[in-house]
């Protein structure tokens, strides 16, 4: 049935999609844990972290977050190292990934990196965001 679903969905819609992941139901174990999950206040003021960083960075440029960015200003805040540009290659290649799913990717790992306070996308911040495009990998 999942896969009678996901078949309706285009790849050119998916495209659009920036985060694509499946959420597992959890178990009443995981439920019940004594670990204390991370507060809403904490995660709140670093997104807002990262949205200032964000806004900085692309004001010049007439935007205000990272999901604007052309492809111009991904080349431009974008870059990937060696290594980065290896695992990318891989992955676009392997799974049949568009260009606009490549786009995608470097956009949300550039927020993955804004959000851990880089000043550049590092390989755990590009593997990040690669495993949050799994609707649109090639099925054959």
Same mark, same amino acid.
């Given at each position: 049935?999942?896969?009678? =679903?996901?078949? %309706?969905? @285009?790849?050119?819609?998916? $495209? ?9 139901? !959890?178990?009443?174990?995981? %439920? @019940? ?9 904490? !995660? &709140?003021? %670093? *997104?807002?972290? +990262?949205?200032?960083?964000? &806004? ?5 440029h007439g935007l205000h977050a990272n999901a604007a960015m052309a492809a111009r200003?991904? &080349?431009?805040?974008?870059?990937? $190292?060696? #290594? ?7 992955? *676009? ?5 568009? #260009?606009?799913? =490549?786009?995608? !990717?470097?956009? *949300? +790992?550039r927020t993955i990196a804004d959000l851990a306070g880089e000043e550049s ?8 965001? !690669?495993?949050? %495009?799994?609707? $649109? &990998?090639?099925?054959?």
């Open positions: 049935m999942i896969q009678r =679903y996901r078949s %309706r969905l @285009s790849g050119p819609l998916l $495209d659009r999609i920036d985060l694509q992941i499946e959420v597992p139901r !959890i178990t009443y174990r995981e %439920r @019940s844990g004594t670990t204390e999950p991370e507060s809403s206040a904490t !995660i &709140r003021a %670093r *997104v807002e972290t +990262a949205r200032s960083i964000q &806004r900085k960075r692309l004001a010049p200003h991904i &080349r431009k805040f974008c870059p990937l $190292d060696e #290594a980065g540009q290896k695992l990318l290659e891989m992955v *676009v290649d392997k799974l049949g990934m568009s #260009a606009r799913s =490549y786009s995608r !990717i470097l956009k *949300v +790992a996308i590092q390989q755990p911040h590009l593997a990040e965001a !690669i495993q949050y %495009r799994g609707l $649109d &990998r090639r099925t054959a």
